[in-house]
């Protein structure tokens, strides 16, 4: 193998490490906001002393679609209606 393969394949090799690194930290982040969105979800919908929440509960939603692609990933999954 030439210097100059060899250049190349080690800069390969760290841009894929390197980019296995950013894939794994931004799905810790992404999982760290479900967490609070979820926290946050549910508290809204506990309380229903606040008044009217619907919008923000429907702007969680549109955020988590937005993130994760899925938009009922915070719902309870726990019923078998609509399976």
Do not use: C, F
């Amino acid at each position: 193998m030439t210097k100059a393969e060899n250049r190349a394949a080690a800069k390969a090799y760290h841009q894929e490490r390197m980019r296995k690194i950013d894939e794994g930290a931004r799905a810790k982040a992404v999982e760290s906001e479900l967490v609070e969105l979820d926290r946050l979800r549910r508290y809204l919908i506990r309380e229903r002393t606040l008044g009217y929440v619907r919008p923000l509960i429907n702007a969680i939603d549109d955020y988590v679609e937005q993130i994760t692609g899925d938009r009922t990933r915070l719902h309870a999954k726990n019923h078998s209606i609509g399976r």
